[in-house]
Each structure stands twice: as C-alpha cells, then as structure tokens.
C-alpha cells in the first residue's frame, strides 16, 4: 500500500539516486532541502530515514492478519495469536512513523512527542475517525472501569507508570479509554497510538487483556491512519520540490 503523495513525491526525487543508493553529484539538494523544510541533518540522511520510517509503516499495513503465539507452526492461530499480532503491528507502525518524521523534519535526535506538532500542523484534513471499541457502550464501560481512578492516585500518575506510559501520552489515553469519540484531531491520534505502543512494549496490555477490552479495531486501524499522516506530510514539500526542479 502507497498513498498517493509518497509515489508522487518518489517520483521526483527517484531519479537523482544512483546505482549504489546515494544522491548522484547533479541532485538538486538546494532544492530538496528547501521544500523539505530547515532541519539539522543533510538532505541524504533525511532522505535515508523518511524512506526507512515509511518502509517500516508500510510493511506494518501490508501484514493485515498477523499473528504470534507459542504454538506450532501447523497449528491455527487463535484469536489471541491474532490480536497479538496487531499489537505488534502497531509497535512496528509507531517506529516506524518516528523515523519518518526524524527524516521529514531534519531532527534525527527528536523524540516523537515533539515530531508529531510539528506533523499534525502539515496536514490540513483530519484523520480517519477511529473504530470504537467493539460492542461501542460496553467496550466503554470496561475501558473505563480499567482505567478509572482511585482515591489516592486522582490523577491516575501511578497507573501511568504501570502502563509504561509518559506524560506525553498519559492523558490522551486515559481521556480516550474514558470517552473514545474525545479523539479527533492528528496529534490525538499520533499520541493514542505511542500510548498503545508503550503498553504493549512494556508487558501492561497483553492481547488478552485488549481483546477483554475490545481494542482490536482500534489497534488495527491506527498503522493504516499513520501511513496516511506521514505521505500527506509531504504535500508541501511535493509542490516546493516540483517548483524547485522544473
């Protein structure tokens, strides 16, 4: 799957790469580095890791039926395999949109949580609303339950911790897993979706407990929405380029 501002903007920088993978002597860097934006890393580098981010979140979005578990190889994969497997999809789809943006802005040492301003500012249309949690009112209810607080941690700080969640992404989830339709703009998105990674990463949200939860759609649709966020980024750069060139 490509969108179609990532094979445009292939299109006009594909040419200028050689048979080893680097930029050849008569690429225009002046021009690709001006509709690129400022950034701190040469043009090559950013190149470099814009393709190696929209690889990693393409390859998420092409294996639609992923599955991991423990069984044999001949064996057929359980519900759990499955949503296993989406899990980890989505941990593959957040490095990978990390890398991408690393590369579209020229700041290879930024975290996403200051990339993803930066994104949602690019990007003039909103995104694909998100799946609500299978079975909509009583998913609600158990993802409310789950993250509801206690007495002595109001603000829900120690249960963060244990979710393996940052300040970044705390509030986005704990307000999503309380009101799903609270979820609207990119940025949104963007922390949701780093939310679930570190859940995930971090051993707190086993693919059962996301299945007892309903998040499976949740977590299926967001690599797709992240492919679409990191080639609509580069719609500006597509027009500047293609200015910039002819």
């Known amino acids: 799957m490509t969108t179609k501002t990532w094979g445009a903007w292939c299109r ?21 580095g001006s509709a690129l934006g400022e950034g701190n890393s040469a043009v090559d580098h950013r190149l470099y890791s814009m393709s190696k981010g929209y690889a990693l979140l393409r390859a998420s979005v092409q294996d639609e039926n992923p599955a991991i578990g423990r069984g044999s190889p001949r064996e057929t994969p359980s519900r759990l395999d499955f949503v ?8 593959m789809a957040v490095g990978g949109l990390e890398v991408f943006l690393r590369g579209r802005f020229g700041r290879p040492k930024d975290y996403l949580s200051k990339l993803a301003s930066r994104a949602a500012h690019l990007v003039h249309t909103g995104p694909p609303r ?3 949690p299978r079975g909509a009112t009583r998913g609600e209810e158990q993802l409310g ?30 307000r999503w897993a309380r009101s799903p339709t609270s979820i609207e703009g990119w940025e949104d998105q963007i922390r949701l979706a780093c939310a679930l990674r570190n859940m995930t990463a971090h051993g707190a949200l086993s693919a059962r407990k996301a299945q007892q939860l309903q998040l499976r759609g949740p977590i299926r649709a967001l690599p797709v929405h992240l492919l679409k966020l990191a080639g609509d980024t580069l719609a500006p750069a597509i027009e500047g380029l293609g200015n910039g060139i002819t």
């Open 12 to 32: 006009l920088v594909e040419p200028y790469w050689d048979e080893r993978g680097g930029l050849r002597d008569d690429a225009p860097l002046e021009a690709i």
């Open 84 to 91: 296993r497997g989406l899990q980890w999809r989505l941990v």
């Open 130 to 132: 998100l799946p609500m």
């Open 145 to 174: 339950r789950w993250v509801s607080g206690s007495p002595d941690d109001p603000g829900g700080e120690r249960l963060s911790e244990f979710l393996g969640l940052s300040s970044w992404d705390r509030e986005v989830f704990l």
